[in-house]
């Protein structure tokens, strides 16, 4: 018994000396990295996940290739996010504009370990009816078509991050980071293609509850500050699962803070998870994919049960 115990001890001593030296090995690789080498490296990584990191703001955004472009997005993205550790309020706008109907939707909250925000652009064909709104999946605009973006976040007040970009899907990410949706405001502008859009657009947000003097026009730009959500949240109907959600979602953020303590900026952060622990860098990026893929399955299994 006492021999078992030794060799177990011995294994214990040799496995905490291994992993001791090749921590030591990640972060002297890190260090010795030039900060170009770093952003090469790290969007080279992020691009398979459609996300890019920027390093005016040292935050991770969406690429204008990403991948998730061909889904679209739908209503039910949304009620299925808690299940995807993504704790968030969202904002969808609908309007009808030259034969189509329009939803620019604005998300502000957790995403597994990241404080983020996001602003998306899509479209139907047609004009549809309200009642149509959570079962239609919209398609995402064209190149030619999107429009130009600027998103400032705050959390109580603090600015966390501020930035703008020609885009179809903006998101920023601050990883690290957590918070309740409730204490995020985010101010968004988007310059439409003429004015005919831009009344459109602003026609809806009066509909949903805003008032005139909450959103502030120059030209073609619409400026509103996402606060307090106007549009129904389809949570999650059990709000101890979001509850539960979000007490992972802090457990999570303090062992990536724990695990990445030797550095300070995300750059560093991410890439030592990426070097020393694989599998939970790419939890970090997969919560968006899994979630319009496995819902898309979900619709998938469905619709053969009904056959």
Not at 61 to 73: E, S
Not at 157 to 181: D, I, N, R, V
Request: hydrophobic letters at 40%; charged letters at 25%; a positive charge.
């Amino acid at each position: 018994m006492y021999f078992l115990f030794g060799i177990f001890l011995i294994i214990c001593i040799i496995f905490l000396c291994l992993n001791f030296y090749r921590k030591k090995c990640i972060i002297r690789k890190i260090c010795q990295m030039s900060f170009c080498q770093k952003v090469c490296l790290l969007n080279d990584i992020l691009d398979p996940f459609g996300f890019c990191y920027q390093e005016r703001e040292d935050i991770v955004i969406t690429a204008t290739d990403a991948w998730q472009r061909k889904f679209g997005y739908q209503t039910l993205y949304d009620r299925t996010a808690h299940s995807f550790q993504m704790v968030f309020d969202c904002e969808p706008v609908y309007f009808y504009y030259e034969g189509r109907t329009y939803r620019i939707e604005l998300w502000k909250g957790q995403y597994g370990i990241n404080i983020g925000g996001e602003v998306g652009i899509y479209y139907a064909e047609g004009i549809l009816a309200p009642e149509q709104f959570d079962k239609v999946r919209f398609q995402s605009v064209s190149d030619e078509e999107m429009l130009m973006i600027d998103m400032t976040l705050c959390h109580k007040g603090q600015e966390l991050f501020a930035f703008s970009q020609k885009h179809w899907w903006l998101a920023g990410f601050c990883t690290g980071k957590y918070c309740e949706p409730g204490d995020l405001a985010m101010k968004v502008s988007i310059t439409f293609q003429d004015y005919e859009m831009l009344r459109c657009f602003v026609d809806s947000l009066v509909n949903m509850g805003y008032q005139k003097c909450d959103i502030a026009v120059c030209n073609l730009t619409v400026t509103v500050i996402f606060c307090c959500p106007h549009a129904h949240q389809p949570k999650c109907s059990c709000s101890w699962i979001t509850r539960f959600s979000q007490w992972k979602n802090r457990i999570f953020c303090r062992i990536y803070l724990f695990f990445t303590r030797r550095f300070a900026c995300t750059l560093d952060r991410i890439l030592y998870l990426y070097f020393f622990l694989p599998s939970f860098f790419r939890k970090m990026f997969l919560g968006k994919r899994n979630r319009r893929q496995k819902c898309r399955k979900k619709r998938k299994a469905v619709r053969l049960r009904e056959l």
